[in-house]
């Protein structure tokens, strides 16, 4: 049972480091809002480029051209301050680690920053311009396509979450096989369902049509093969420590 001094102490040290978080979210956020605007312009390219010639988008309400850039401001200033809102995580938990805990837990926290970067990107440049052109290209005559700025961007924020969470599989495979949760051999034999567990989730977390479904699912099964090629690697070192320490 943890002694009361030491609980405070934590607590306070907890207290430290989730307000270092939070003012390196409103710090990136003043640095950005005076380019709130251009941000939602740069933000609405992908769909801008794909609208027929003179449709554009819409404000259905009063001070949606206000808050629409303010919030994509907002989330992208707490995108942007993940890698610090990590370090606090990882300063709080690593004395409680032991070593060999610690050589697999901070290349987890730096690669699933990335990995979730890359996911965002992924969606920008590769799945929104083919799912806005097919948008684009599937809407009944006479319908004019003109989208609500605060809808678009509600409808990115969902894409943005949906890739970067899915580009976390590697990290996912890698710590259930460290946990002992599953093994190499299991995950390799359970691919065929994975395969169709990908498509499924693909569904779910994309609109409905076969492009994005698509464009979500191979990049998930892409991830997961190469979480099991890592985890076999991670588990080959483990084993061969273990072997060398009990020799």
Known sequence: MA????????????????????????????????FAQDLYHWLATPLLDTLPENAQMIATDVASPFFA???????????????????????????????????????????????????????????????????????????????????????????????????????????????GMTTVESLRAKRPYVIVAVFVVGMLLTPPDIISQTLLAIPMWVLYEFGIIVGSIYSRNSSDQEQQGSS
Request: overall charge positive; charged content about 10%; aromatic content about 18%.
């Open 69 to 179: 850039p303010f919030k994509l401001t907002m989330v992208l200033s707490f995108f942007i301050a993940i890698p610090v809102i990590l370090y606090q995580i990882w300063g709080f938990v690593a004395p409680g680690l032991y070593k060999n805990e610690k050589r697999l837990v901070a290349p987890l926290l730096l690669s699933s920053t990335l990995l979730f970067y890359l996911g965002m990107a992924f969606a920008y440049y590769v799945v929104f311009p083919l799912a806005f052109a097919f948008f684009s290209s599937v809407a009944p005559e006479g319908v004019a396509i003109n989208t609500d700025i605060s809808s678009y961007l509600n409808f990115v924020l969902k894409i943005f979450f949906a890739f970067g969470l899915a580009f976390e599989i590697p990290v996912a495979v890698v710590l259930m096989c460290w946990t």
């Open 3 to 34: 002694e009361p001094n030491s609980l405070i102490a934590h607590l306070i040290e907890l207290r430290g480091r989730v307000l270092k978080a939070v003012v390196s979210v409103f710090v990136v956020f003043l640095c950005l809002v005076y």
